[in-house]
Protein backbone atom coordinates (compact mmCIF):
# COMPACT_ATOMS: atom_id res chain seq x y z
CA UNK A 1 0.00 0.00 0.00
CA UNK A 2 1.12 3.78 -1.10
CA UNK A 3 2.14 5.73 1.76
CA UNK A 4 -0.56 7.89 0.40
CA UNK A 5 -3.20 5.41 0.55
CA UNK A 6 -1.77 4.57 4.21
CA UNK A 7 -2.38 8.51 5.62
CA UNK A 8 -5.60 8.79 3.77
CA UNK A 9 -6.87 5.61 5.49
CA UNK A 10 -5.26 6.81 8.72
CA UNK A 11 -7.38 10.38 7.96
CA UNK A 12 -10.62 7.82 7.47
CA UNK A 13 -10.07 6.37 10.87
CA UNK A 14 -9.37 9.02 12.75
CA UNK A 15 -12.51 11.14 11.42
CA UNK A 16 -14.88 8.10 11.98
CA UNK A 17 -13.76 7.61 15.40
CA UNK A 18 -13.74 11.47 15.63
CA UNK A 19 -17.16 11.71 14.77
CA UNK A 20 -18.34 8.93 16.40
CA UNK A 21 -16.31 10.50 19.85
CA UNK A 22 -18.97 13.90 18.88
CA UNK A 23 -22.34 11.60 18.48
CA UNK A 24 -21.48 10.88 22.40
CA UNK A 25 -20.71 14.00 23.27
CA UNK A 26 -23.76 15.56 21.82
CA UNK A 27 -25.94 12.68 22.55
CA UNK A 28 -25.09 13.15 26.68
CA UNK A 29 -25.32 16.94 26.42
CA UNK A 30 -29.07 16.76 24.79
CA UNK A 31 -29.82 13.68 27.45
CA UNK A 32 -29.23 16.45 30.19
CA UNK A 33 -32.54 18.45 29.44
CA UNK A 34 -34.51 15.95 27.87
CA UNK A 35 -35.99 12.86 28.77
CA UNK A 36 -34.36 9.19 27.65
CA UNK A 37 -37.24 8.24 25.04
CA UNK A 38 -35.77 4.60 24.73
CA UNK A 39 -32.85 2.57 25.88
CA UNK A 40 -31.19 -0.60 24.38
CA UNK A 41 -32.03 -2.96 27.29
CA UNK A 42 -35.79 -1.63 26.57
CA UNK A 43 -34.60 -2.72 22.66
CA UNK A 44 -33.21 -5.60 23.48
CA UNK A 45 -36.41 -6.68 25.53
CA UNK A 46 -38.93 -6.41 22.90
CA UNK A 47 -36.44 -8.50 20.47
CA UNK A 48 -36.79 -11.14 23.29
CA UNK A 49 -40.28 -11.54 24.36
CA UNK A 50 -41.87 -13.10 21.78
CA UNK A 51 -38.94 -15.55 21.61
CA UNK A 52 -39.83 -16.35 24.66
CA UNK A 53 -43.58 -16.70 23.83
CA UNK A 54 -44.59 -13.61 25.71
CA UNK A 55 -46.37 -10.56 24.62
CA UNK A 56 -44.82 -7.02 24.14
CA UNK A 57 -45.39 -5.30 27.36
CA UNK A 58 -43.85 -1.65 27.66
CA UNK A 59 -44.83 0.84 30.82
CA UNK A 60 -43.43 3.25 31.37
CA UNK A 61 -43.82 7.37 32.41
CA UNK A 62 -41.38 9.97 33.18
CA UNK A 63 -41.73 11.66 35.72
CA UNK A 64 -39.11 14.77 37.09
CA UNK A 65 -37.16 13.84 40.39
CA UNK A 66 -39.37 16.56 41.73
CA UNK A 67 -42.14 13.87 41.87
CA UNK A 68 -40.74 10.55 42.92
CA UNK A 69 -40.59 10.05 46.94
CA UNK A 70 -37.51 11.00 48.58
CA UNK A 71 -37.63 7.67 50.26
CA UNK A 72 -37.18 5.92 46.90
CA UNK A 73 -34.05 8.30 45.90
CA UNK A 74 -32.85 7.25 49.89
CA UNK A 75 -33.26 3.12 49.20
CA UNK A 76 -31.06 3.55 46.32
CA UNK A 77 -28.47 5.34 47.62
CA UNK A 78 -28.60 3.25 50.98
CA UNK A 79 -28.69 -0.04 49.01
CA UNK A 80 -27.06 0.80 45.67
CA UNK A 81 -24.06 3.59 46.26
CA UNK A 82 -24.07 5.10 49.71
CA UNK A 83 -21.21 7.38 48.63
CA UNK A 84 -23.14 8.84 45.52
CA UNK A 85 -22.57 12.63 46.87
CA UNK A 86 -18.97 12.01 47.01
CA UNK A 87 -17.21 10.18 44.02
CA UNK A 88 -17.07 11.23 40.36
CA UNK A 89 -18.57 8.37 39.17
CA UNK A 90 -16.65 5.16 40.76
CA UNK A 91 -16.39 3.89 44.30
CA UNK A 92 -13.17 2.49 44.59
CA UNK A 93 -13.20 0.97 48.03
CA UNK A 94 -16.41 -0.88 47.22
CA UNK A 95 -15.04 -2.11 44.02
CA UNK A 96 -11.90 -3.27 45.92
CA UNK A 97 -14.47 -5.15 48.58
CA UNK A 98 -16.51 -6.94 45.75
CA UNK A 99 -13.38 -8.45 43.98
CA UNK A 100 -11.93 -9.60 47.82
CA UNK A 101 -15.10 -10.95 48.33
CA UNK A 102 -15.46 -12.71 44.99
CA UNK A 103 -11.76 -13.85 44.81
CA UNK A 104 -13.10 -15.77 48.16
CA UNK A 105 -15.37 -17.82 45.77
CA UNK A 106 -19.13 -16.60 47.20
CA UNK A 107 -21.92 -18.05 45.11
CA UNK A 108 -23.47 -14.65 44.91
CA UNK A 109 -21.46 -12.32 43.11
CA UNK A 110 -20.72 -8.31 44.57
CA UNK A 111 -20.44 -6.25 42.41
CA UNK A 112 -18.97 -2.81 42.64
CA UNK A 113 -20.98 -0.49 40.18
CA UNK A 114 -21.93 3.13 41.44
CA UNK A 115 -25.56 4.85 40.48
CA UNK A 116 -22.99 6.74 37.67
CA UNK A 117 -21.97 3.98 36.28
CA UNK A 118 -25.12 1.72 36.25
CA UNK A 119 -26.92 4.63 34.39
CA UNK A 120 -24.59 5.31 32.27
CA UNK A 121 -24.89 1.48 31.14
CA UNK A 122 -28.49 1.57 31.23
CA UNK A 123 -28.59 4.49 28.87
CA UNK A 124 -25.83 3.89 26.47
CA UNK A 125 -25.03 0.23 26.11
CA UNK A 126 -25.92 -3.06 26.23
CA UNK A 127 -26.12 -6.09 28.68
CA UNK A 128 -22.85 -8.00 28.63
CA UNK A 129 -19.60 -8.77 30.56
CA UNK A 130 -16.75 -7.97 28.43
CA UNK A 131 -13.63 -5.36 28.09
CA UNK A 132 -15.35 -3.22 25.53
CA UNK A 133 -18.09 -2.89 27.52
CA UNK A 134 -17.11 -1.90 31.03
CA UNK A 135 -14.49 0.49 28.80
CA UNK A 136 -17.38 2.49 27.38
CA UNK A 137 -18.89 1.88 30.53
CA UNK A 138 -16.28 3.84 31.85
CA UNK A 139 -15.98 6.33 29.42
CA UNK A 140 -19.89 7.56 29.92
CA UNK A 141 -19.88 7.53 33.52
CA UNK A 142 -17.03 10.26 33.44
CA UNK A 143 -19.16 11.84 30.75
CA UNK A 144 -22.15 12.14 32.83
CA UNK A 145 -20.21 12.58 35.91
CA UNK A 146 -19.43 16.00 33.96
CA UNK A 147 -21.86 16.92 31.79
CA UNK A 148 -24.98 16.11 34.11
CA UNK A 149 -25.64 17.04 37.75
CA UNK A 150 -26.11 14.50 40.64
CA UNK A 151 -29.95 15.38 40.59
CA UNK A 152 -29.75 14.57 36.69
CA UNK A 153 -28.01 11.32 36.86
CA UNK A 154 -30.51 10.28 39.76
CA UNK A 155 -33.42 11.54 37.86
CA UNK A 156 -32.39 9.51 34.72
CA UNK A 157 -31.53 5.96 36.46
CA UNK A 158 -34.74 6.16 38.61
CA UNK A 159 -36.75 6.98 35.29
CA UNK A 160 -35.16 4.13 33.05
CA UNK A 161 -33.80 1.16 35.51
CA UNK A 162 -35.99 -1.72 34.71
CA UNK A 163 -38.12 -2.67 37.61
CA UNK A 164 -40.03 -5.88 36.16
CA UNK A 165 -40.55 -7.61 32.98
CA UNK A 166 -42.09 -5.05 30.13
CA UNK A 167 -41.51 -2.43 33.74
CA UNK A 168 -39.50 0.74 33.14
CA UNK A 169 -38.61 3.71 35.99
CA UNK A 170 -40.01 4.75 39.59
CA UNK A 171 -43.99 5.88 38.44
CA UNK A 172 -44.49 2.67 36.35
CA UNK A 173 -43.17 0.11 38.83
CA UNK A 174 -45.41 2.57 41.38
CA UNK A 175 -48.22 2.12 39.24
CA UNK A 176 -48.31 -1.52 38.63
CA UNK A 177 -47.14 -2.94 41.79
CA UNK A 178 -48.77 -0.23 44.52
CA UNK A 179 -51.21 1.35 42.25
CA UNK A 180 -50.06 5.08 43.57
CA UNK A 181 -47.54 7.71 42.06
CA UNK A 182 -44.35 7.50 42.72
CA UNK A 183 -44.51 10.93 44.89
CA UNK A 184 -46.53 9.26 47.23
CA UNK A 185 -44.40 5.65 47.85
CA UNK A 186 -43.84 4.38 51.73
CA UNK A 187 -40.75 4.08 53.21
CA UNK A 188 -41.65 0.40 52.82
CA UNK A 189 -42.29 0.23 49.42
CA UNK A 190 -39.73 2.34 48.33
CA UNK A 191 -37.73 -0.80 50.18
CA UNK A 192 -39.59 -3.18 48.26
CA UNK A 193 -38.66 -1.76 44.76
CA UNK A 194 -35.23 -1.50 45.47
CA UNK A 195 -35.38 -4.66 47.26
CA UNK A 196 -36.25 -6.06 43.67
CA UNK A 197 -33.15 -4.31 41.39
CA UNK A 198 -30.86 -7.08 41.48
CA UNK A 199 -33.44 -9.52 39.54
CA UNK A 200 -36.84 -7.50 38.28
CA UNK A 201 -38.21 -9.66 36.45
CA UNK A 202 -37.88 -12.72 38.71
CA UNK A 203 -39.39 -10.27 41.80
CA UNK A 204 -42.67 -9.14 42.83
CA UNK A 205 -42.40 -5.85 45.01
CA UNK A 206 -46.65 -6.22 45.33
CA UNK A 207 -46.58 -9.66 46.32
CA UNK A 208 -43.25 -10.25 48.23
CA UNK A 209 -41.48 -13.00 49.02
CA UNK A 210 -40.55 -13.84 52.82
CA UNK A 211 -36.43 -13.02 51.16
CA UNK A 212 -37.61 -9.71 49.46
CA UNK A 213 -39.48 -9.03 52.86
CA UNK A 214 -36.45 -9.18 54.89
CA UNK A 215 -34.66 -7.59 52.06
CA UNK A 216 -36.51 -4.69 52.15
CA UNK A 217 -36.24 -4.65 55.81
CA UNK A 218 -32.54 -4.18 56.14
CA UNK A 219 -32.44 -1.79 53.56
CA UNK A 220 -35.23 0.66 55.74
CA UNK A 221 -32.32 -0.30 58.86
CA UNK A 222 -29.39 1.31 56.11
CA UNK A 223 -32.05 4.04 55.00
CA UNK A 224 -32.34 4.96 58.66
CA UNK A 225 -28.46 4.50 59.15
CA UNK A 226 -27.71 6.73 56.30
CA UNK A 227 -30.74 9.63 57.22
CA UNK A 228 -31.96 11.96 54.48
CA UNK A 229 -30.50 12.08 50.88
CA UNK A 230 -29.50 15.89 50.16
CA UNK A 231 -29.12 15.81 45.83
CA UNK A 232 -28.34 19.18 46.01
CA UNK A 233 -25.38 19.13 48.76
CA UNK A 234 -21.91 17.36 46.62
CA UNK A 235 -19.88 16.17 48.56
CA UNK A 236 -22.60 15.48 51.54
CA UNK A 237 -21.82 12.18 53.81
CA UNK A 238 -24.15 9.73 53.50
CA UNK A 239 -23.31 7.28 56.19
CA UNK A 240 -21.53 3.77 55.94
CA UNK A 241 -21.28 2.11 53.38
CA UNK A 242 -23.70 -0.77 52.92
CA UNK A 243 -23.03 -4.89 52.09
CA UNK A 244 -25.39 -5.20 48.74
Not at 117 to 124: E, G, L, S, V, Y
Not at 157 to 174: D, F, H, K, P, V
Not at 229 to 238: F, I, K, R
Request: hydrophobic residues 40%; proline residues 6%.
Amino acid sequence: MALAQKIQMIRLVFRFFLGLWLFSLALTLLYRWVPIPFTPLMFIRLMEEPQEGQAHRWYRDWVPLEQISPHLIQAAVATEDQHFMEHHGFDFEALQRAYRRNQKGNKRMLGGSTISQQTAKNIFLWPARNYLRKGLEAYFTVTIELLWSKQRIMEVYLNSIEMGSGIYGAEAASQAYFHKSAANLSKRQAALLVAAFPNPRQRNPGQPSPYMRRRASKIQRLMRQIGPVHLDQPGSSTGPQSSR
